[in-house]
């Protein structure tokens, strides 16, 4: 079988921040799988080799089955092992067919732009599941990945109900040129549709 590296290619549409190991798999690849938003981050060479990620994991296992032999490249947003299509991928593969090149997170970005230090946050995901709020609300500096069932309002509201008048702050489309990144007190956030969203969470003393 041939080897499957799993290229973390941070937030954005663009390889700004692709590191030089990614940017080398991708030229030394034979396929290279991922959404469409991110096979636009491709050369127009490597587009050549772009394979649509499918819908479901079960079509993921067999695609990849059908290209054992080459050398694949499966694209991951931000980092493979933060929420990401890697933890799927090393249940299913040894570590002898598996190189996993991480990528700067949604959150690290975030983080980063705020200028907050992560070293004492807690990391989690509303991202199809219903996170522990008894937790995230206890904790002083909470990183969260959402999407638009639990997204920033939703999370909010919980606060609300338990009285913690939280700070949240609010990225959207993280590194693009139309990025936004808002601050609002937990009963301020308004109720709409976030966009390609990571929110951080500082709930008070």
Same mark, same amino acid.
């Given at each position: 079988?041939?080897?499957?590296?799993?290229?973390?290619?941070?937030?954005?549409?663009?390889?700004?921040?692709?590191?030089?190991?990614?940017?080398?798999?991708?030229?030394?690849?034979?396929?290279?799988?991922? #959404?469409?938003?991110? /096979?636009? +981050? *491709?050369?127009?060479?490597?587009? @050549?080799?772009?394979?649509?990620?499918?819908? !479901?994991?079960?079509?993921?296992?067999?695609?990849?089955?059908?290209?054992?032999?080459?050398?694949?490249?499966?694209?991951?947003?931000?980092?493979?092992?933060?929420?990401?299509?890697?933890?799927?991928?090393?249940?299913?593969? #040894?570590?002898?067919? /598996?190189? +996993? *090149?991480?990528?700067?997170?949604? @959150?690290?970005?975030?983080?980063?732009?705020? !200028?907050?230090?992560?070293?004492?946050?807690?990391?989690?995901?509303?991202?199809?599941?219903?996170?522990?709020?008894?937790?995230?609300?206890?904790?002083?500096?909470?990183?969260?990945?959402?999407?638009?069932?639990?997204?920033?309002?939703?999370?909010?509201?919980?606060?609300?109900?338990?009285?913690?008048?939280?700070?949240?702050?609010?990225?959207?489309?993280?590194?693009?040129?139309?990025?936004?990144?808002?601050?609002?007190?937990?009963?301020?956030?308004?109720?709409?549709?976030?966009?390609?969203?990571?929110?951080?969470?500082?709930?008070?003393?």
């Amino acid at each position: 079988m041939g080897m499957i590296t799993v290229v973390g290619i941070g937030p954005g549409g663009t390889q700004d921040y692709l590191f030089g190991k990614a940017q080398a798999a991708l030229k030394e690849a034979n396929v290279i799988i991922g #959404s469409e938003r991110q /096979l636009e +981050i *491709l050369t127009e060479e490597e587009r @050549l080799k772009g394979v649509r990620l499918p819908c !479901k994991l079960d079509d993921l296992a067999e695609l990849l089955k059908k290209n054992q032999e080459a050398q694949i490249v499966i694209l991951a947003s931000g980092d493979p092992l933060t929420y990401g299509i890697g933890n799927w991928l090393i249940k299913r593969f #040894s570590a002898e067919n /598996l190189r +996993i *090149l991480p990528g700067i997170s949604s @959150l690290q970005y975030l983080f980063n732009r705020l !200028k907050i230090p992560m070293e004492d946050c807690f990391i989690t995901s509303s991202h199809g599941k219903k996170p522990d709020f008894s937790l995230i609300f206890k904790l002083p500096k909470v990183g969260l990945v959402t999407d638009k069932k639990m997204g920033p309002y939703q999370l909010a509201q919980e606060a609300v109900k338990r009285g913690h008048e939280a700070t949240f702050y609010i990225g959207e489309k993280l590194s693009y040129s139309d990025e936004k990144i808002r601050c609002y007190k937990a009963s301020e956030v308004p109720d709409e549709d976030y966009l390609m969203n990571a929110v951080v969470i500082i709930n008070e003393g």
